[in-house]
């Protein structure tokens, strides 16, 4: 079974853009979550998507926004970028509820606000 | 104060040592995780427990609920195990503004000298 893929790896943007990622999780799993990880505060989680429907959502603002598709692949957004956005930001999908399933984490993208 | 607390940051071993790292964590669970992260961003699942003790190779993590702990042991350390170890809690669905999500420790980073 192919692993969780995330696309693009690497990101660089300045601020006041926007940015999307993309994050495909392994075949037969139904939620995916995000992660944002930072040197200051560690991981820190975002969403959990789960068939479709925003499950969980973590204390980021209104900037940070997802959806998920269909075949369970998901999109995050990050609208009007700030310099503290510059983060590893990760995806992970478990086959149900994020806490108390297995999660497989992707390689993650790098994003670099300038 | 931090709801899950690792110990120590960093820790350095020699090959062959005996290591052990600590993780507290102040809310209610439903379950507990132990995440490896190598140098380049990807993290691995290692364990996910909910009670008592599980072992995989020469990894061991064990849990006490009532103590609200656990400990991740690596028996005869190599280098390749250098590595940051998270720990993670999964809150229960119940648990207000972060129903059923993973809650992170800052992570200690372990290297291992041949």
């Known amino acids: 079974k192919a692993g969780v893929t995330q696309t693009p790896r690497y990101l660089i943007k300045t601020r006041g853009q926007q940015v999307t990622l993309s994050c495909s999780p392994i075949?037969?799993?139904?939620?995916v979550s995000w992660y944002q990880q930072t040197p200051g505060q560690g991981l820190q989680f975002l969403f959990e998507?789960?068939?479709?429907?925003?499950?969980n959502k973590g204390n980021f603002p209104g900037r940070f926004s997802g959806r998920q598709f269909s075949n369970s692949r998901s999109e995050m957004n990050v609208s009007t970028l700030e310099l503290g956005d510059s983060a590893l930001y990760l995806c992970?999908?478990?086959?149900?509820?994020?806490?108390?399933?297995?999660?497989?984490f992707g390689p993650g993208t790098r994003l670099t606000v300038l | 104060k931090n709801e899950v607390e690792q110990s120590p940051q960093n820790l350095t071993a020699q090959e062959g040592e005996f290591i052990t790292i600590n993780c507290s964590y102040s809310?209610?669970?439903?379950?507990l995780h132990w995440l490896q992260q190598h140098p380049g961003g990807g993290i691995v699942s290692l364990f996910m427990?909910?009670?008592g003790k599980k072992k995989h190779g020469r990894l061991i993590a064990t849990i006490n609920i009532q103590e609200k702990h656990s400990s991740l042991h690596i028996t005869a350390s190599h280098p390749r195990d250098s590595a940051v170890y998270i720990c993670?809690?999964?809150?229960?669905?119940?648990?207000?503004?972060?129903?059923?999500?993973?809650?992170f420790g800052k992570g200690t980073k372990l290297s291992v000298k041949p």
């Open positions: 992970a999908s478990s086959t149900e509820t994020s806490g108390r399933n297995e999660q497989f």
């Open positions: 075949s037969g799993h139904r939620s």
């Open positions: 998507y789960f068939s479709e429907t925003q499950r």
């Open positions: 809310v209610g669970i439903s379950a």
């Open positions: 427990l909910s009670s």
């Open positions: 993670a809690v999964s809150t229960p669905w119940n648990y207000g503004g972060s129903q059923g999500n993973l809650i």
